[in-house]
């Protein structure tokens, strides 16, 4: 066979294997999406439970807050709560925060501009640093991240924080490193799956977690094989090795 001839082969095949090769490049999002039709529910959850996370996490020392006053642009600062879990802002002075929300220090400026200096304030808190409890989700999720451990935060609460498994997520490899009292860093391997299904305790979570989702071996390898087969059909220079 001539080389024109293969080409001409090459062509001819390149049509049909092409559309092949297109639906195969889409079979992530097919698989992701058919992931996320199950869990259309817990990314709803995943954002009402971060939303809750960040309303509910209370304000302790060290953590970098931003205050805005609406119409007030003097008074906007960045600041930080000292170690006394104290804040000193114009006007008003200093402040106990630690302890609160930011909504609840929204009030409270407010009311204290209220008593003197202002007519119904608009006030809003940012946390912009967290630096008390909190927790770090790696790996093959969907928005990793450290995140404010607030409440009783356990391992699958974390994972919705976080966005949800990913396409390639193997949830039975599930890792949580955690500091020991002597100050050592331990590993457990948890299997998110049967926590799932009550087969076991879904475990809280304490300050410093580390949680680590694996991604799949088998799932990863068969997408790189299906890619590396397609390519090798359609390549002319695949044909030209056998000759």
């Known amino acids: 066979m001539g080389v024109l001839q293969i080409f001409q082969w090459t062509r001819r095949l390149v049509g ?37 996370a960040e309303a509910d996490y209370k304000i302790g020392s ?40 930011a ?32 927790f770090t989700v790696e790996g093959a999720v969907n928005k990793p991240g450290v995140y404010p451990l607030v409440g009783q935060m356990t391992l699958l609460r974390a994972l919705a924080v976080a966005g949800g498994q990913g396409p390639l997520s193997d949830m039975s ?15 457990t391997t948890l299997d998110a799956e049967k ?11 304490q300050n410093d977690d580390l949680v680590v989702v694996n991604r799949s071996k088998n799932r990863a390898a068969l997408r790189d094989s299906l890619f590396r087969d397609v390519w090798d059909v359609i390549n002319p220079f695949a044909v030209l090795r056998g000759y």
């Not at 195969?24 to 954002?47: E, F, M, T």
């Open 103 to 134: 909504q609840q220090v929204e009030k409270l400026i407010a009311d204290r501009l209220a008593e003197k200096y202002l007519q119904e304030p608009q006030v809003t808190v940012f946390i912009k640093e967290f630096t008390t409890l909190r």
């Open 62 to 101: 060290q953590d970098l807050m931003e205050v805005m006053v609406y119409g007030q642009p003097e008074l906007t600062r960045m600041i930080r709560v000292n170690v006394q879990g104290k804040v000193s802002l114009p006007l008003i002075g200093a402040l106990d925060v630690v302890g609160l929300t």
């Open 195 to 205: 926590i799932r299904n009550g087969e076991v305790s879904d475990p809280l979570l």
């Open 173 to 187: 490899q599930v890792m949580l490193f955690r500091i020991n009292s002597d100050a050592q860093r331990t590993s």
């Open 16 to 52: 049909p294997l092409l559309a092949g090769l297109c639906l195969i490049a889409a079979l992530p999002s097919v698989a992701q999406v058919a992931s996320a039709l199950p869990a259309a529910g817990r990314s709803a959850a995943a954002a009402a439970t971060a939303a809750t």
